[in-house]
């Protein structure tokens, strides 16, 4: 009997993926353990190993989209016939008309090169049969350069509009002095691994985490769950769009362990390592703009966390002292953005504080707990 291949569920928040790939000719033998298709979730790109033996009739098509649980192929017998509803299936794209709905049949050979092209299937006005969109359709199309919302990209999309839509997000400035982190950083000079202003930031967050269990929180159907630990997400940008791996039990780590994984982290979000449990699991979030110039901004939240914090640029402010002298520090503008329905503004606002607090006794944040 024909064992369907499924599109697998790789991690508890995916949803779908999409196929990049498939590493196995139709009608190839296959065995368990052989990979046998790649796929990219909202997450990474993962190879999907043949959990049995057969020949393989593939189904799902390259670039397409398929729920968890969907059916993408088929493993077969020597001599057993394609399951009938795929044959029909098939059958009914080679040569059925229309579909009644007005839906036009497009050939995976063309959904393949518009996705290679980057071209939207959707603004096309086919000129074969019955609509039908023909390569020379695609290439009377091509000068038009469109980016399809789909894998990586389409997933920021949903999420970050159902954040916005889910929550009551308010953000507050606030400005933190980090000369104390200056000279802390200069007294590491000649050590492996000097901690980034970054990661001063994300140790004083877990810090100040412990301090306010509030913010980490999620919210759940019986009200608002406080998390046991405090795992930090760092935003990473990459080409196409941006991951968010986890460093975990943040507020255990020494400033030197945390500079050491963060480091890994981003080196492996940016070469396409990162494992699922990199990037599950997250109770707060860290992102970063100041490199690119950008004093403030509104980060928005990542569920289900209930707060994200943006950094922004390091530079140099004038103060002047009660006495009346002039002198300069080294200061930058947390971004704080928070869930309304889980805090209000001056518990945010006392949060915040505790950050730019820890952030002047750099010493505290090597202690571990």
Known sequence: MALEFIMPKLGLTMEEGTIIEWL???????????????????????????????????????????????????????????????????????????????????????????????????????????????????????????????????????????????????????????????????????DESVPGFTDYIIAAAARALRLHPIANSKVISAGIELLPDINVGLAVSLNDGLMVPVIRNTDSLSLAALAVETKRLAAAARSGSLSLSDLEGGTFSVSALGMFGVDGFTPVINPPNVAILGVGRLRDDVVLSPSGAVSSVKRLTLSLTWDHRVLDGAPAAQFCQSIVQLLADPVALNATH
């Not at 709905?101 to 959707?122: Q, T, W, Y």
């Open 24 to 190: 196995a000719e139709d009608g190839a033998s296959v065995t368990p353990g052989m990979p046998v298709l790649r796929i990219e979730t909202d997450k990474v790109e993962s190879d999907v190993e043949a959990i049995d033996t057969g020949l393989l009739h593939r189904v799902g098509v390259d670039g397409e989209t398929y729920p968890c649980g969907a059916v993408i192929g088929y493993l077969l017998a020597q001599g057993e016939a394609v399951p009938s509803q795929t044959a029909a299936a098939q059958a009914s794209v080679a040569s059925a008309p229309a579909p009644s709905d007005g839906r036009v049949l497009i050939s995976p050979n063309i959904r393949r090169v518009a996705l290679e092209k980057g071209i939207d299937l959707s603004t096309i006005v086919g000129s074969g049969p019955d609509g039908r969109i023909m390569m020379q359709d695609l290439e009377a199309s091509s000068p038009r350069e469109i980016r399809r919302m789909t894998g990586m990209r389409g997933t920021i999309a949903k999420r970050m509009h159902a954040s916005l839509q889910e929550m009551a997000q308010l953000t507050l400035f606030m400005d933190a002095d980090l000369d104390a982190v200056l000279a802390d950083r200069a007294s590491r000079e000649g």
